[in-house]
């Protein structure tokens, strides 16, 4: 089996659709599988959903903030049911 290709983005913009996204959501880094959809993204302004559910538009620098902790427990779990 391959890894899961991933990425972080630690984007603090505001989501592109009508939900808001509450709490602190907005302090942490966000992942996204595939990592290539965040590369897309950058790119086309299209939007993109994390592992928690956040939806956005990244464009800055994923590496200041921390993992999402929802997001990073949401890869965890993914990775240890294909082991």
Request: hydrophobic share 30%; aromatic share 4%; charged share 25%.
């Amino acid at each position: 089996m391959s890894q899961l290709d991933t990425t972080v983005d630690r984007s603090l913009e505001e989501t592109t659709d009508e939900q808001t996204d509450e709490g602190d959501h907005e302090k942490f880094a966000h992942v996204v599988v595939p990592a290539s959809a965040v590369t897309e993204a950058y790119i086309t302004g299209t939007p993109v959903t994390a592992l928690c559910g956040k939806t956005w538009v990244p464009t800055r620098d994923p590496n200041r903030y921390p993992v999402c902790p929802t997001c990073k427990e949401v890869l965890e779990m993914a990775r240890n049911l294909r082991n």
